[in-house]
């Protein structure tokens, strides 16, 4: 990651991609939409909506519990779509990646799994102040069964982690610790390679939630070393209910299942039941195989146009945007980090989050206002609610002057 | 701006120069009115005697929706008793859920009913509502929201 990518290569063409979503081309209170809130979820291309579209016509059937062809050819695209997810984070192999519902879904799994049966009283879980809430309150809920405690590392008012109070946090009582890859909030891309580093230094093991990095940067989980590495299927153009969770397989295979049912067991006995091995292990029940489907496709889709491609574009959405918001008076940009993520927070003097967001989605502009779940953050700005502009590949400069102007007339309208 | 929804002259008039901005002298009852969530934060004084608001006032740090209903709410509240005010809070939750095109009694209040299409802000505009009756009650808090 983090590589040199300034420019996108000439073969990408970020209009010929935005017409790839057919939604895009809708209205909103007869406006055109201008769609800025892709942090909260991506639009999805055409080929994505097929896919899942296709399963349900043609291959429709439940996975790994039938000899029927219409069971294998599930359970083949299933294990596709799970391959291309490894392969597309950088797995070691497909086995290594556990299937959930989303990011929460993968943090509550290594709370429950990992974390809660070594948790003692006095032992200590480490997160940042600029965490999403599911990479909190899964923590206060296992903190709270064991007589453990949360700890928080200092962020700095541009909204940087403080890495040598991360680090100097790195005691001996820390369980586990918990880092954003990408503040949704901020836009803050955290050094995790570094803060892997100094955790594995301490054998600690490192949560990554990857909600906000996966579908913006080249991802590659084993380069940055750590020990979970989160992601949502949603913000990456794929369907709702998909995402995974990644760890190496040794690890995996320390973990007790979670959730206990069909598709997880081996052999199941009144006496005792003996448990499939990892990743099925943390698969109970029947999957979202459709949405699984359509993540594949979004994986396939996101790399014919190239991640260094994506990156580029949202920089260069970014810096466009950072400049013209610079030109609203009374307009404060909460995150300043350098090498930020293409999400601008912003305030308007005078004018509440709200009412921004409901005045410009008259104007056809899909904005989010509020705590973004990240209630610990606003406190630490001293905010009640944000509005939040998020980019993507597939949004325009033209896009960014139209909210640019309109977001000035919103706020001379309540000045 | 062409398209306005709940933002009406009335409504950024009475955003821009609440009435009745302030606090009473005593005798008066108040209650705050907080949505955690959104950051709104009201309180709301009234006088009651024999029965009826003899003066209002309320202060606070609220988007506009919900200033302005306050701000708006005070002529409403003024010479009426609790019960009336009551069944009036009941019609205004039904003119803005899109139940009913306009209540005469609501008066300048009506011009919020475009928030029947905006489900998320219909907190805003209920939370004076709730703050006084409350007060009205004799309770000291009240919300909209529900507990997160
Ligand atoms: C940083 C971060 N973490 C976690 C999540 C939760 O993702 P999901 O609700 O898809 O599980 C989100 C998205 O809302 C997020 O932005």
Redesign the pocket.
């Known amino acids: 990651m983090n590589a040199p990518l300034h420019e996108t290569s000439p073969t990408f063409d970020p209009l010929r991609a935005r017409a790839d979503f057919p939604l895009l081309t809708r209205s909103v209170h007869g406006k055109p939409l201008v769609y800025f809130d892709s942090?909260?979820?991506s639009q999805k291309p055409a080929v994505v909506i097929e896919a899942v579209d296709r399963f349900y016509r043609q291959h429709n059937a439940n996975v790994a519990r039938a000899v029927h062809a219409l069971s294998e050819e599930a359970t083949t695209a299933y294990e596709g779509a799970r391959a291309a997810l490894a392969r597309f984070i950088g797995a070691g192999s497909p086995g290594e990646l556990v299937l959930?519902?989303?990011?929460?879904?993968?943090?509550n799994l290594v709370a429950y799994s990992n974390l809660q049966p070594r948790l003692q009283p006095g032992d200590t879980v480490l997160v940042t102040q600029m965490?999403?809430?599911?990479?909190i309150v899964p923590w206060q809920l296992v903190c709270a069964r064991s007589g453990a405690t949360l700890k928080v590392a200092p962020i700095s008012e541009r909204g940087e982690l403080i890495v040598e109070r991360f680090v100097e946090l790195l005691t001996p009582e820390v369980r586990l610790a918990g880092v954003?890859?990408?503040?949704?909030?901020l836009g803050t891309v955290n050094p995790v390679r570094e803060l892997a580093h100094e955790c594995r230094r301490r054998g600690i093991p490192l949560l990554v939630?990857?909600?906000?990095a996966v579908p913006h940067m080249p991802v590659d989980v084993q380069s940055i070393g750590c020990d979970f590495y989160?992601f949502?299927?949603?913000?990456m153009c794929g369907p709702?209910g998909t995402?995974g969770l990644w760890a190496r397989r040794e690890r995996l295979e320390s973990m007790p299942p979670f959730f206990g049912g069909g598709e997880m067991i081996r052999e199941v006995r009144f006496a005792g039941t003996t448990f499939a091995d990892p990743p099925h292990r943390f698969e109970a029940g029947t999957p979202n195989i459709a949405g699984f489907v359509g993540l594949g496709a979004a994986v396939q889709y996101l790399e014919g146009l190239g991640m260094a491609n994506v990156l580029a574009r949202e920089r260069e959405l970014l810096a466009y945007a950072t400049d013209a918001l610079h030109s609203v008076p009374g307009l404060r940009i909460v995150g300043e980090a350098s090498g930020k993520a293409a999400i601008i927070s912003f305030l308007v003097a005078g004018a509440h989050a709200h009412d921004l967001a409901t005045l410009l989605d008259l104007e056809g502009i899909a904005v989010r206002s509020g705590h973004?779940?990240?209630h610990p953050l606003m406190q630490f700005y001293g905010v009640p609610a944000t509005c939040r502009a998020s980019f993507a590949f597939y949004n325009t400069t033209d896009e960014i002057d139209r909210f640019v102007a309109a977001l000035d007339k919103v706020r001379r309208l309540l000045a | 701006m062409s398209a306005i929804g709940p933002y009406r002259d009335i409504v950024l008039d009475h955003h821009r120069a609440p009435r009745r901005l302030g606090r009473l002298a005593p005798p008066a009852q108040a209650a705050e009115g907080v949505n955690a969530l959104c950051g709104d934060r009201l309180r709301i004084e009234v006088r009651v005697e024999q029965d009826r608001v003899t003066a209002y006032a309320f202060e606070g740090e609220c988007c506009a929706i919900a200033t302005a209903t306050a701000s708006l709410l005070g002529d409403l509240a003024l010479g009426r008793g609790r019960d009336d005010l009551a069944l009036l809070e009941r019609g205004f939750a039904t003119l803005i859920g899109g139940g009913i095109a306009e209540i005469a009694e609501l008066g300048a209040l009506n011009a919020l009913s475009e928030l029947a299409r905006y489900p998320a802000r219909r907190k805003c505009a209920l939370l004076p509502f709730a703050t006084l009756s409350a007060a009205l009650r004799g309770e000291s808090r009240a919300t909209t929201e529900l507990p997160a």
């Open positions: 942090a909260n979820t959930t519902s989303g990011t929460t879904m993968a943090i965490e999403h809430h599911a990479n954003t890859h990408v503040s949704n909030v939630d990857g909600s906000q989160a949502t299927g949603h913000k709702t995402g973004h779940c990240a």
